[in-house]
T-cell receptor, first 111, second 115 residues
């Protein structure tokens, strides 16, 4: 499977700052999803954005999608130490649940 | 919300032995289950897709005789790592479509260490 690219690979910020992570992918998609993974744990679904949507909000999360550039961004506003985790984008090209994951961004939020 | 229960959460086994990992959908029917593998500090790679009542579909490069997948019912899928070797040590995680805007529900993962 082709993996997406995410940048940065690692991000370290202070509590209260905003964190932006970017994801690029290679194929046409039906939707793109963002997941969070705490160290050594399972994945938690954060947000799903469909190919015909450009922006979506959920609490402190804001996701954008640019299908012409095959890219997406995840913005976490007013970060907290508890946001420390790895964040992955995943694309679903066929609406079957078969996800292709990006390489992930490791976010550290310092208190 | 939808929950996928995955067991065990961690297991240590000796080389040459087999290990079974279970994923159960607790409050919904999972006709499809996806199995992923994640090596340390890497992303998730899809290994195979299991469908209730039919043979699993394996991704290229994944040995179907080594990673046996059985989708016995609408709520249970199992992955058996046969004749495990140290290079099979990894984090294995399942997921099932949970519908709507919620994407897919992931199990909590199984950390397999083969010694």
């Amino acid at each position: 499977s082709q993996q997406g690219e995410e940048d940065p690979q690692a991000l370290s910020i202070q509590e209260g700052e905003n964190a932006t992570m970017n994801c690029s992918y290679k194929t046409s998609i039906n939707n793109l999803q963002w997941y969070r993974q705490n160290s050594g744990r399972g994945l938690v679904h954060l947000i799903l954005i469909r190919s015909n949507e450009r922006e979506k909000h959920s609490g402190r999360l804001r996701v954008t999608l640019d299908t012409s550039k095959k890219s997406s961004s995840l913005l976490i506003t007013a970060s907290r130490a508890a946001d420390t985790a790895s964040y992955f984008c995943a694309t679903d090209a066929s609406n079957t649940g078969k996800l292709i994951f990006g390489q992930g961004t490791t976010l550290q939020v310092k208190p | 919300g939808a929950v996928v229960s995955q067991h065990p959460s961690w297991v240590i086994c000796k080389s040459g032995t087999s290990v079974k990992i279970e994923c159960r959908s607790l409050d919904f029917q999972a006709t499809t289950m996806f199995w992923y593998r994640q090596f340390p500090k890497q992303s998730l790679m899809l290994m195979a897709t299991s469908n209730e009542g039919s043979k699993a579909t394996y991704e290229q490069g994944v040995e179907k005789d080594k990673f046996l997948i059985n989708h016995a019912s609408l709520t249970l899928s199992t992955l058996t790592v046969t004749s495990a070797h140290p290079e099979d040590s990894s984090f294995y995680i399942c997921s099932a479509p949970s519908g709507g805007i919620y994407g897919y529900t992931f199990g909590s993962g199984t950390r397999l260490t083969v010694v």
